[in-house]
């Protein structure tokens, strides 16, 4: 991983000045950056922080004749780096691999540490993780729900899985495939498991002749009921103007609520 940061310039050693190791510090804010100014308004005084209008903020002062012809007075200089980022089977999204003492340099100043962040592939993956497990969704016709069903899946390493049932797999149902999750950490021989939550995806229409032969082998359940006592409904598909149509209804009926509970005219008291 390459970083751009600042380091403390070997030509003046830090001092910004062609003349060597000097005393450039601000006297004028004390090599703080800041100043306070006193401001006053009539018969008011106010005090106010700002940039030091010497060193423009720097904490030092190098006159142009003397800055360093290396890092032209600011006392460090810019470098490109390489750092080498180990990234262990098993790492966690969100953990941190730092570098002591890598960031950038100033005099006086201890060097702080640059730190990596593991986050996630932008690459589109049908995975996500828990620990060192993996879960994902799969569909499969309704055929292979009742007869048995072969999954192949595409592992995040490139290897091709493939997966088969060989029961009855009941719609929505989470079945786990052991030691394909994610190493674990620190013990890459072992493994954590894939889950795999199965969605049956059901025929749009069926033909007569294949209904009757789904219910040669599934029959229908036979229901006990007096025909004279019942009133016969037909279950229909919800259209997306039905949806409409009930969402306009229910504003109707709130707006009509509001007007009788408080939004219509008060009551008023006449005068005698």
Do not use: W
């Not at 953990?95 to 060097?111: H, L």
Request: a neutral charge.
């Amino acid at each position: 991983m390459k970083i751009n940061r600042k380091i403390i310039c070997e030509k003046c050693h830090g001092s910004g000045s062609n003349k060597g190791d000097v005393d450039t510090k601000c006297k004028k804010c004390n090599a703080t950056g800041r100043e306070t100014k006193v401001v006053r308004q009539g018969n008011t005084i106010y005090q106010t922080q700002g940039l030091c209008s010497g060193c423009e903020g720097k904490k030092f002062v190098v006159p142009d004749a003397d800055k360093c012809d290396g890092c032209q007075g600011n006392k460090v200089v810019k470098e490109s780096k390489i750092l080498t980022v180990e990234i262990e089977p098993g790492m966690q999204v969100g953990q941190q691999i730092s570098f002591y003492g890598e960031s950038d340099q100033f005099p006086d100043t201890v060097t702080g540490d640059v730190v990596f962040i593991l986050k996630p592939a932008p690459e589109p993956t049908i995975f996500t993780r828990s620990g060192s497990d993996l879960n994902c969704k799969h569909e499969i016709t309704l055929v292979e729900a009742l007869s048995g069903a072969k999954i192949l899946l595409k592992h995040l390493d490139d290897r091709q899985l493939l997966i088969s049932t060989n029961d009855i797999v009941q719609p929505g149902e989470r079945r786990k495939v052991p030691k394909q999750g994610m190493p674990v950490l620190n013990k890459p021989e072992k493994f954590g498991d894939l889950y795999i939550e199965i969605s049956v995806v059901l025929p749009t229409s069926l033909t007569k002749d294949q209904i009757q032969n789904i219910q040669k082998v599934l029959p229908l359940k036979q229901l006990q009921y007096n025909e004279k006592e019942i009133v016969a409904c037909d279950l229909q598909k919800i259209s997306e103007s039905d949806e409409n149509l009930k969402r306009q209804k229910q504003r109707q009926e709130e707006e009509e609520h509001e007007g009788h509970h408080g939004g219509g005219p008060g009551v008023q008291c006449a005068q005698q």
